[in-house]
Every structure is written in C-alpha cells, then in structure tokens.
C-alpha cells in the first residue's frame, strides 16, 4: 500500500502553554515544526524539542519572510492574551501566502473575528487541548475524536484510498496500528463490529478505537 512520500510541516506561533503542548506533540510525532515566541525564555525552553525555534514578532511580516513562513503547511497561531497581536498575525500570515492558518481563541466573538479576517479554522483551549489539536492536523481525514482516557480515543475517518478493495483481515490494521475497527458505515448501512472478512469500500467512513499517536499515520495511508 502506497503511503505519502512527505509529511506536513507546522509553524506554531506562540509557545505558552497551548502552543507548547501542540508543538511538542507535533514534534515528538515526527513532525517538522517551527516554533515561534517573541518570549526568547519560552524559545529556549523548547529549542532541544523542536526542529526549529526562533525569538521574533509574528506580525512583522520581513521577520516572517527570513524564516521562510510560506514553506510551511500550516501555521497555528496561539498568541496567549494579546488579541491584536493574534489578529495582525493571522492577517500578516494570509498576506504571504500560508495555505492553512489556525487560530486559539478565547470565546466565540474572537472566534468570529478571526474567521473575518482570514482565518481558516479557529479552536477554543477550553474544548481543543494543544495535545488532541495535533492529531487531528496530522490526520487530514480525521471526522471526530472522543477521548478515552489520556492516550487513547475514538475516532471516525473516511476510509483511507490506499485501503478501498481491501479487506480488514487483509489490511490487519490492528497488527499494524494496534488499532481496533468498532463499524463501518457504506452509504445509509452501519456495520457495527465488522467481521474479519468485510472489504472497504472508497466512500467508507470508519470507526476506530486505539492509541492517539497512532491515528496520524493511519489516516495518512
């Protein structure tokens, strides 16, 4: 089965404790990140975890530039409690050309403004914690987690094109991701506890139970 020939790349713009969370777990992924603080403590305290850390503003769009922002999949702006600074950084951002832009913010009158202004997708950390927004960035495919417990969780994915025409004994997604199928749904038909022997269809979505980091790579099959 073919698998992706290149990963994402992250920039993660404000390191505190939201952006921190999500660029180590990023990183410890196996993801190229790039952190970004104009904290020159909080960049030290991650530069050993991170592929990249580096002390600027975020709303200066030449110190954006040297760091080559546009190179970078997706940037999550997670600017702590300066609300301008998060605005002028998602502006600045869209201006150069990031594809993907995501931005915290603190309730939903900031989550309206953010999304005016360009934002491509907006998460609350009172609902999203850094650690559960990593793997759904990672997972493209990914259509709703429920957490269970701190490391696992449940998740619905549309079935992976590499998987289509095959069946769950042949795919053993468990073997290879220790990662149990709960249903599959095909079309207006739920099959729940699917047998060895059911084959995936392209426009399956499936229903999976296992370990968060694994969900990554599973969804990018």
């Known amino acids: 089965m073919t698998k992706r020939l290149s990963k994402p790349e992250f920039a993660v713009i404000g390191l505190g404790r939201f952006g921190g969370s999500l660029a180590r777990t990023l990183a410890k992924n196996g993801y190229v990140v790039l952190g970004i603080d104009r904290n020159r403590q909080l960049v030290q305290s991650l530069a050993d ?3 990249q850390a580096v002390a600027l503003d975020a709303t200066d769009e030449d110190a954006l530039r040297e760091v080559d922002i546009t190179a970078y999949d997706t940037a999550v702006v997670a600017i702590g409690d300066n609300f301008e600074s998060n605005v002028l950084a998602t502006v600045t951002l869209k201006a150069l050309g990031v594809r993907q832009v995501v931005c915290k913010a603190q309730d939903e009158r900031q989550s309206s403004v ?18 559960r927004l990593a793997y759904l960035l990672t997972a493209p495919l990914t259509l709703g987690q429920l957490a269970i417990g ?17 069946t769950l004994r042949e795919v053993d997604l468990f073997g290879r991701y220790g990662v149990n199928v709960l249903a599959i749904k ?36």
């Open 49 to 51: 975890e991170l592929t």
């Open 114 to 131: 953010l999304l005016k202004v360009g934002a491509d997708r907006v998460v609350l950390p009172e609902f999203e914690a850094g650690e």
């Open 150 to 166: 701190a490391d696992h969780s449940i998740t619905e994915l549309s079935a992976p094109v590499s998987l289509a025409g095959h």
């Open 186 to 221: 095909h079309d207006e038909a739920l099959i729940v506890f699917p047998s060895p022997d059911t084959r995936i269809n392209p426009d399956d979505l499936l229903v999976v139970i296992g370990p968060n980091d694994r969900m990554p790579a599973l969804a990018n099959l």
